[in-house]
């Protein structure tokens, strides 16, 4: 079946460390892209790649770093430079017409 | 900036109500404005979506109705189920553009029993 897988589903992180979301698409999408959720905030764009090699910083990237070395992954690293980390985060692909959504990484800083 | 405003937060209706969600945007490029349902702890997934040159489009229970010129889209779930309850997000994107989605920031729905 295709579709977006995300893992793990529930991570933890100390504070100071960085820790790595994974996001793998098999449906043969060139736009992929990372949000983060909030409660009452919505979906707020975090960074969007929409080919291979190449990314753009979304409305929220500080703290924040992705890399595209494979249409299928786009993992997104939380780095120590995010100061509130603590939050529900998606992972998307898209072609021109339509959207699909992983099924999320929460992530808790203890 | 907020592009896509969404109102209102929380909605709780009775069983076999029509509950209804408003959304509105800034970016006359927008050019697809999709709605999504979210169960707690999931991901978004898709009902509906409409393109503006149609003022309304129904998929069984859920219509979207559409007002180019008011720049206003809206959400209406006719005979609401208990299992709607949900979050539910208006969307918006420019398909000839960077593909990008903008979300309104949601609503929260409530169906009781």
């Known amino acids: 079946d295709g579709g977006i897988t995300q893992s793990p589903k529930y991570l933890f992180r100390k504070e100071g460390q960085n820790v790595t979301l994974s996001c793998e698409q098999n449906?043969?999408?060139?736009?992929m892209y990372w949000y983060r959720q909030d409660p009452g905030q919505g979906l707020r764009l975090i960074y969007y790649?929409?080919?291979?090699?190449?990314?753009q910083k979304g409305d929220i990237a500080e703290g924040y770093s992705v890399s595209r070395e494979k249409k299928e992954s786009f993992p997104l690293t939380v780095t120590s430079a995010q100061k509130n980390p603590t939050a529900f985060y998606l992972c998307?692909?898209?072609?021109?017409?339509?959207?699909?959504f992983g099924q999320g990484t929460r992530l808790t800083v203890v | 900036q907020q592009q896509v405003k969404q109102s209102p937060q929380s909605l709780i209706v009775q069983k076999g109500g029509i509950p209804i969600i408003n959304c509105a945007y800034e970016?006359?490029?927008?050019?697809?404005f999709p709605w999504y349902q979210q169960f707690p702890g999931k991901g978004p997934a898709l009902l509906i979506a409409i393109r503006p040159d149609v003022s309304e489009k129904k998929e069984g229970r859920f219509t979207i109705s559409f007002n180019k010129s008011a720049k206003q889209f809206s959400l209406h779930i006719m005979d609401s189920q208990p299992g709607d309850s949900a979050t539910y997000f208006c969307?918006?994107?420019?398909?000839?553009?960077?593909?990008?989605?903008?979300f309104g920031k949601g609503t929260l729905l409530t169906v009781n029993p």
């Open positions: 790649s929409q080919i291979v090699n190449d990314f």
């Open positions: 969307a918006a994107s420019e398909l000839g553009g960077n593909y990008k989605l903008t």
């Open positions: 998307a692909s898209s072609t021109a017409t339509g959207w699909d």
């Open positions: 449906l043969n999408h060139d736009a």
């Open positions: 970016n006359t490029a927008f050019d697809y």
